[in-house]
């Protein structure tokens, strides 16, 4: 079903972006079609994270919540997304950020399918458009977060 890998390299650290994107809470605030998020519980085991976090997307005349997992890697500057409830059948997402000379290189992957013929059909048609929509809502909050570097 709908797949989207992109990599992009950006004037910022690899720690800054980890850290941008690792909060979650805060992603109604820049994300596009994100109207709420909630963290429902947060555990250090040891060289990772878990958190189980619910999003309420809202699309058009479509609005779901949806609850993942997902697992932070602060040594490695990784974060996984694995999907628990909601309306998909499946969805798993990667980011990789890596220090490169003048920034970093971002690495991000999704692959999921809805449950809902309907709603698939209706994302199938902009999928690759809200795909790079969300990742420029990303760097966006970047160059608001840290300033224009370069």
């Known amino acids: 079903m709908p797949t989207?890998?992109?990599t992009r390299q950006l004037p910022y650290s690899a720690?800054?972006?980890?850290n941008l994107v690792a909060d979650v809470a805060k992603y109604p605030e820049f994300l596009p079609w994100t109207a709420a998020a909630r963290i429902r519980s947060n555990e250090d085991r040891g060289d990772h994270w878990v958190m189980d976090a619910d999003l309420v997307i809202s699309f058009k005349v479509f609005r779901e919540?949806?609850?993942s997992r997902v697992v932070l890697w602060p040594a490695q500057?990784?974060?996984d997304t694995e999907y628990l409830d909601g309306p998909f059948k499946y969805m798993h997402s990667n980011w990789k950020f890596e220090d490169i000379e003048g920034g970093c290189a971002v690495q991000f992957h999704v692959d999921?399918?809805?449950r809902?013929?309907?709603l698939q059909k209706i994302i199938g048609v902009v999928f690759n458009e809200a795909m790079?929509?969300?990742v420029r809502a990303f760097e966006?909050?970047?160059e608001a977060l840290y300033g224009a570097q370069g």
Not at 15 to 18: E, G, L, T
């Open 4 to 6: 989207h890998s992109e």
């Open 15 to 18: 720690q800054q972006m980890y």
């Open 65 to 67: 919540r949806f609850t």
């Open 77 to 79: 500057h990784k974060i």
């Open 112 to 114: 999921f399918e809805f």
């Open 116 to 118: 809902n013929a309907i």
């Open 132 to 134: 790079q929509r969300v």
């Open 140 to 142: 966006q909050r970047a």
